[in-house]
C-alpha cells in the first residue's frame, strides 16, 4: 500500500510516478531510497528511511554512508530536502527486503522449530 503519488519527468522526457511507500515512509527519515521504474505507466516506489538502520543492516549501505557524504548529498537528486538514492530493485523487491529491516515479524522467514515443539511432536502432543 502506498499513499502521494506525483508524476515527474524521468530526465529523457517520460512522465514517470512517484509513490510514497504507506509503510516504510517515516517523517524522521534522513534519506529517501527509490525503486526502479516498473510497469505502464512507470512508477517508481520511494521509502523514507533512517542511514543507521540501512548501515546496520547491510554492509552495502554501511560502505555507502560511511564515504564523503557532502559529493553525495551534492550530487543527488533531493525530496523534502533529503537525498534520493536511486536503486536497480523492483519496489517489491526493496519492500520484502527493507521490512526485514524495520519490521521482522512482517517477513516470512523459516525458522527451525524449537526443541520444545520438536519434543511435543515426538511425545504425540501435551499441553
Not at 527519515?29 to 526502479?36: D, K
Request: hydrophobic fraction near 40%; charged fraction near 20%; proline fraction near 6%.
Amino acid at each position: 500500500m502506498s499513499h502521494a503519488e506525483e508524476v515527474q519527468s524521468d530526465g529523457g522526457g517520460h512522465e514517470v510516478t512517484d509513490t510514497l511507500s504507506a509503510d516504510l515512509w517515516f517523517n524522521d527519515g534522513n534519506i529517501v531510497v527509490r525503486s526502479v521504474a516498473e510497469g505502464t505507466p512507470p512508477i517508481r516506489t520511494l521509502y523514507k528511511l533512517h542511514e543507521f538502520i540501512l548501515a546496520r543492516h547491510c554492509s552495502a549501505f554501511a560502505s555507502l554512508f560511511n564515504g564523503p557524504q557532502e559529493a553525495f548529498a551534492a550530487g543527488s537528486e533531493h525530496r523534502e530536502g533529503l537525498p534520493v538514492m536511486d536503486l536497480s530493485d523492483s519496489a517489491e523487491d526493496l519492500k520484502h527486503f527493507l521490512k526485514a529491516f524495520y519490521i521482522p515479524e512482517a517477513t516470512h522467514i523459516h525458522r527451525p522449530p524449537s526443541l520444545l515443539s520438536t519434543f511435543r511432536e515426538a511425545l504425540g502432543g501435551f499441553p
